[in-house]
């Protein structure tokens, strides 16, 4: 038995591996040497042999030592440790900001028309020195919104989802509709173009059909209003200064694509430029973004992309 043969033995015999076979070779090879032998070598070589033995088996015996990380590896398991928390802090940060519900304030200064597109694709065109208060996102039942002073609504349609104005001590009420509502001091008026509104009071309801104005009088003591039917030359000065009117009577699709992209504030390329000499005659009033591409598309052939604010026509031809 040689030297390596004697260690792997050894060591399967410390650990209580060893075969009965290996067990009685190792045995064998102990009552093999000489004790005699033993005695008259000299004690020098006795105290080598001694320790040559005592390293031999203490290596064996030993435990496995412990693996030390270099310093830089403890520091960049740390690292790791905090940038693990830093992600899970973010992606829970990023959810909380991303899906929270603030306030969001829009205004409109004196003499000036500015136009808001809310969260639901609804289009609100606030009037001179008015303001609208609305959700960065609507959650729950309802889409509710706070005016002050006029505007001009396009309401998107969702009939899940009522849409409700509050505006002084009325509450206006429609599932997907376009009216005006002009709320100062002596009076309050709604006109409905399009679509039913129901109109809540603390005295009671009422419910406004298209062509029809309610005008409630602020400083009355039970606060009902008066129903008029608006002439057609009133009925123009509420939609001046906004986007709502899209009729076409056969103008160039050059015209009519960029008055589409000013009112959603989208941007519109074709793949095919000879659309733009086309002329279109078609209603888009009172319709959404998709609506108004579709008709397109179903007029002219083709499809449309909608990526985020900008809108790609393909295959659109009126040749």
Not at 128 to 156: C, I, M, Q, W
Not at 184 to 199: N, P
Not at 202 to 218: F, I
């Amino acid at each position: 038995m040689n030297e390596e043969q004697f260690d792997r033995i050894l060591r399967k015999v410390l650990d209580g591996t060893a075969t009965p076979i290996e067990q009685k070779q190792v045995d064998q090879w102990l009552a093999s040497f000489p004790e005699q032998a033993f005695e008259e070598i000299p004690a020098i070589e006795k105290q080598a042999i001694k320790n040559r033995m005592q390293e031999r088996i203490q290596k064996h015996i030993q435990p496995n030592p412990v693996r030390r990380l270099p310093w830089y590896r403890h520091i960049a398991w740390q690292l790791a440790a905090a940038l693990v928390v830093l992600i899970g802090a973010g992606l829970a940060g990023y959810q909380y900001w991303t899906n929270r519900v603030t306030l969001e304030m829009a205004y409109a200064n004196a003499k000036e028309i500015h136009k808001v597109i809310l969260p639901d694709g609804t289009l609100v065109w606030l009037k001179d020195s008015s303001s609208l208060e609305y959700p960065s996102r609507f959650t729950g039942n309802l889409r509710e919104v706070k005016l002050h002073g006029e505007a001009f609504f396009e309401v998107a349609k969702n009939p899940e989802h009522p849409f409700m104005i509050h505006s002084g001590r009325m509450t206006t009420k429609v599932l997907g509709t376009s009216f005006n509502i002009r709320n100062r001091a002596e009076k309050l008026e709604v006109v409905v173009f399009t679509g039913k509104v129901m109109l809540s009071s603390p005295q009671g309801q009422v419910t406004l059909l298209p062509a029809q104005k309610a005008v409630y009088q602020q400083k009355s003591q039970d606060f009902k209003p008066e129903i008029l039917q608006p002439s057609e030359p009133e009925k123009l000065t509420y939609i001046q200064g906004t986007e709502y009117p899209m009729q076409f009577e056969d103008v160039p699709m050059f015209e009519v694509l960029t008055r589409i992209e000013k009112k959603f504030n989208v941007h519109i390329i074709s793949d095919k430029k000879s659309i733009y000499d086309c002329l279109l005659r078609a209603d888009l009033t009172d319709q959404s973004l998709e609506n108004t591409l579709s008709v397109l598309t179903q007029t002219f052939g083709g499809t449309y992309v909608i990526e985020g604010a900008s809108v790609e026509l393909k295959g659109l031809n009126c040749q």
